[in-house]
């Protein structure tokens, strides 16, 4: 069946500018994670939601970061008034269960250049 | 705090050898661990995960790992390598008993298999 799609795959802003990334989970996924991959590094946690709830936003790293998944399906990360050190890799996943124990189906992740 | 541990950012390993990719992880109780796998232009993958029992675990593309409690250590082993092992591999750690949803991810080890 169809995996974890992303979109855009790429995306230059100039600072300042908003964007917002898109994740479609795989079909009757429960969990959603949003992740930030900097060169170089391994995925750093962002937020998590169970559904449509948003239970663990502690990787936000500031209040300009907003996560949804209002349907409890498709979930979008938007980012506002870019920063250059906001350019990396955003990593969506997935994962049928609920607990912490469940393993993860990653997107390809949207690559995000501000310039 | 949660943290986990990549000593090697690259391994080489000739085919038909044993490879081995080491972790380590500190977590205040106990972990729960998982490796994943990054092909060339595609997202990550789950290889395998230990939540709790038989300290070592078998994976997909005949992968395993050792949970070793006394050493904090999650190591990803297989017992001959084949060309197309080459990636980039990822440890991972969650902490279920005051993490929360969060996972963490380690840098990553480039595993090169010379033929």
């Known amino acids: 069946g169809a995996g974890v799609s992303q979109s855009p795959r790429y995306k230059v802003a100039k600072r300042g500018q908003d964007v917002a990334l898109r994740c479609d989970p795989i079909?009757?996924?429960?969990?959603l994670f949003w992740y930030q991959q900097a060169l170089g590094q391994g995925p750093e946690f962002l937020t998590y939601?169970?559904?449509?709830?948003?239970?663990?936003k502690s990787g936000l790293p500031s209040d300009r970061f907003f996560a949804e998944r209002p349907e409890g399906s498709v979930s979008t990360l938007k980012i506002q008034r870019t920063q250059q050190e906001d350019s990396a890799v955003y990593l969506c996943?997935?994962?049928?269960?609920?607990?912490?124990?469940?393993?993860?189906?990653f997107g390809p992740g949207t690559r995000l250049t501000v310039t | 705090a949660q943290s986990v541990a990549q000593p090697e950012d690259q391994v080489n390993v000739a085919e038909g050898n044993p490879l081995t990719v080491k972790c380590t992880y500190s977590?205040?109780?106990?972990?729960?661990l998982f490796w994943y796998v990054q092909y060339p232009n595609r997202g990550l993958q789950f290889l395998l995960k230990?939540?709790?029992?038989?300290?070592l675990v078998k994976g997909s593309y005949g992968f395993e790992a050792e949970f070793n409690k006394s050493q904090t250590s999650f190591h990803l082993k297989k017992p001959s390598a084949l060309v197309s092992d080459s990636a980039l591999y990822f440890c991972?750690?969650?902490?279920?008993?005051?993490?929360?949803?969060?996972?963490?991810f380690g840098a990553g080890t480039r595993l090169f298999v010379k033929a």
């Open positions: 996943a997935s994962s049928p269960q609920t607990g912490v124990g469940g393993e993860q189906y």
């Open positions: 079909s009757g996924h429960v969990s």
């Open positions: 939601f169970q559904n449509e709830a948003q239970l663990d």
């Open positions: 977590v205040s109780g106990n972990p729960y």
């Open positions: 230990y939540i709790t029992g038989d300290n």
């Open positions: 991972a750690v969650r902490d279920p008993d005051t993490g929360g949803f969060k996972t963490i």
